[in-house]
């Protein structure tokens, strides 16, 4: 009898096959599934980045000591733009600049349509309330009345904005207010410098 015609010595070449053939579907298979949850984190990062979240570079000292110059934030660009959410008081919001739109701007929100807002020796008062604004240091006061310091109502659409460095900031009191359709996105994080990152205030 012939040493390959006993089942005992059937040549093994075929198991062997079969398993690289497995091996090898297997590799295929993990390749395709990280290029599917690659692919997949690249478009929840596009879908958050277009449509929420967009990361802007501050520029100017404005908005000491809230946001400095050169810092990296995210602003929210969806509860705006989709009415999830109104323009507040408080808002730090990005806008195009009312007398350039080529450029944009970051201000504090003071004063909602129909609010009454004075600025009186640096003083602001709205609705005839003092507005207790801890966010500007006494370093970063001035004694600058807007408009003789006599009340004025915001136009409808439209909203009244300071920066927090009052004695170094263009804002409503140098060029007006801001139409509704120019504000674009709330700021509401910081992600560089690192020792900075949190939630905006």
Do not use: C
Not at 69 to 96: P, Q, S
Not at 160 to 167: A, E, I, M, S, Y
Not at 172 to 200: C, H, Q
């Amino acid at each position: 009898m012939q040493e390959h015609d006993n089942p005992a010595f059937a040549p093994a070449l075929p198991a062997e096959n079969e398993g690289a053939k497995e091996r090898a579907h297997s590799s295929l298979w993990g390749a395709l599934s990280w290029a599917r949850d690659l692919a997949f984190s690249v478009l929840i990062a596009v879908v958050l980045i277009v449509f929420i979240y967009q990361p802007v570079k501050v520029e100017g000292t404005s908005m000491t000591p809230t946001l400095q110059n050169d810092e990296r934030i995210f602003i929210n660009k969806f509860t705006y733009r989709f009415g999830l959410a109104t323009i507040a008081r408080g808002d730090t919001v990005v806008f195009w600049y009312p007398q350039d739109q080529s450029k944009s701007y970051i201000k504090r929100v003071i004063g909602v349509p129909g609010d009454r807002v004075r600025v009186d020796g640096g003083e602001v008062y709205v609705n005839g309330q003092l507005l207790e604004e801890d966010y500007v240091p006494a370093i970063n006061r001035d004694s600058v009345s807007w408009r003789d310091g006599e009340e004025q109502t915001v136009p409808r659409d439209k909203y009244f904005v300071l920066g927090d460095h009052r004695n170094s900031s263009s804002d409503s009191r140098t060029w007006g207010y801001v139409p509704r359709e120019n504000i674009y996105g709330r700021a509401v994080f910081v992600y560089w410098p690192l020792d900075k990152m949190g939630a905006l205030k």
